[in-house]
């Protein structure tokens, strides 16, 4: 590398070694639900988005913490909503998540994957009343620790290679600015209670704070 510095500031001119600041404009805070529909063009399954506004990740607090585990904890595969929605109605093809962690506020989204249209408003109804349920009851203490402990322990299962490393820390670092934010998330996320999560759908998971959308393909010809 020696050498290096003289020969790009004779190619590109000296730096100024003034970091780049951003300045993003502040959003306005939703008032009520948004609905909105996505008509595709091409023959697909109907998906249903529903969203909910979140902070920007702060590793070590708590609200992060409970964003990194909440999807686990509400429709992943060991959910109570998955086995009744996926496993046994057979209405959904499957659940997954469309947020992670970021600089800025964000969002907590679940998409699911609609196998019979039909059935939508009564698949809207049982992810509202799941919501509303952690809201008021919070998970169970056997249940967060369960999840917490999937959570934390795929998390370090995937630290396989070099290249897995450096794309956790890149992620991260992305988020926070830190290398050592991944260990923060980790030890946050082993801290929680259910009061802490329960705290937090009470917060964010509102219906005014939320967003429905349903994508649907061409309705098939008789």
Request: proline letters at 6%.
């Amino acid at each position: 590398l020696e050498g290096l510095v003289p020969k790009s500031e004779a190619k590109y001119g000296a730096g100024t070694k003034k970091r780049c600041n951003n300045r993003v404009p502040k959003e306005r805070a939703q008032r009520r639900e948004i609905r909105t529909q996505v008509d595709f063009p091409s023959p697909t399954l109907p998906r249903l988005s529903v969203s909910w506004r979140t902070p920007a990740s702060k590793y070590g607090s708590v609200d992060t913490a409970v964003h990194n585990i909440l999807f686990d904890l509400l429709f992943g595969g060991t959910s109570a909503l998955n086995k009744k929605l996926v496993l046994e109605s057979g209405w959904l093809a499957g659940m997954g998540e469309w947020s992670w962690d970021h600089r800025d506020p964000y969002m907590f989204q679940v998409v699911s994957t609609v196998k019979d249209a039909s059935k939508m408003k009564e698949i809207e109804a049982e992810i509202h009343a799941a919501v509303a349920d952690l809201a008021k009851n919070g998970p169970s203490p056997e249940r967060l620790e369960a999840v917490k402990s999937h959570v934390r322990y795929r998390s370090l299962l995937q630290l396989e290679t070099p290249n897995t490393i450096a794309y956790q820390l890149a992620f991260n670092m992305g988020a926070g600015g830190s290398p050592n934010d991944f260990a923060s998330l980790l030890t946050s996320i082993s801290k929680l209670t259910p009061k802490d999560v329960q705290a937090f759908a009470k917060k964010y998971l509102t219906k005014k704070n939320r967003a429905v959308t349903v994508l649907r393909g061409p309705e098939k010809k008789s």
